[in-house]
């Protein structure tokens, strides 16, 4: 874990991607290499998820990429399988952790609560996701969840945008966010990869030291 957390931490935005035609990951894939990004969520809301994880691994072998709304045990094999690296899910399944334990491979739960974070802390973890980060009191919320857990990273994600990432990015404990802007699903859609392209390199140079 403590290596995913040092790649979180460099890339600081892990693009989170809703993908309908698994095809359109290997152009959008190269958009994100090529302009400082080389990190993908591939998100398992869509059935094209498994195909273009396996797809993206197959062009971009160096990247680093995450499978997201990951439910159950099933799958995390699907996802380990296809070429994923780690794991995110929308909340804290202890049998979806113990899945991602059991077969050896990284996962960052969704918590938003003190509750969640020690059910975390109980199962061996240290990487949570704060989702729905803004729905759930954005930075407010995060500060006084961080208080009491000095030894906990955190990557928020869900309303996260290139006008408030840099206030999550600046609390302690904070390794990155997720976010969809610069993959909105509409321009993969119409395969404006331009425009990402665009939206990658304007973030990654925002975010820069």
């Known amino acids: 874990m403590e290596n995913l957390n040092a790649l979180l931490e460099k890339f600081k935005v892990i693009p989170v991607i809703a993908i309908d035609k698994a095809s359109d990951i290997v152009p959008l894939g190269e958009q994100l290499a090529n302009n400082g990004l080389p990190v993908a969520e591939i ?10 994880i396996r797809l993206l691994r197959a062009a971009q072998p160096e990247m680093l990429i995450g499978a997201g709304t990951i439910l159950n045990e099933q799958q995390v094999v699907a996802a380990k399988e296809a070429g994923a690296s780690f794991i995110v899910s929308p909340g804290l399944n202890p049998n979806t952790v113990k899945a991602c334990q059991k077969h050896n491979i990284a996962i960052v739960p969704g918590v938003n609560n003190p509750s969640g974070v020690e059910q975390a802390l109980e199962l061996g973890l240290d990487t949570v996701k704060f989702f729905p980060a803004e729905a759930s009191g954005g930075i407010a919320m995060l500060k006084s969840l961080l208080g009491p857990y000095t030894n906990i990273k955190v990557m928020p994600t869900g309303g996260i945008n290139q006008n408030n990432i840099e206030k999550y990015l600046a609390l302690p404990g904070v390794l990155a966010c997720g976010g969809t802007w610069m993959v909105d699903k509409s321009l993969i859609n119409k395969g404006d990869w331009d425009t990402i392209g665009k939206l990658v390199k304007e973030i990654v140079a925002q975010l820069a030291d």
């Open 43 to 52: 998100t398992f809301r869509s059935a094209a998820a498994e195909e273009a």
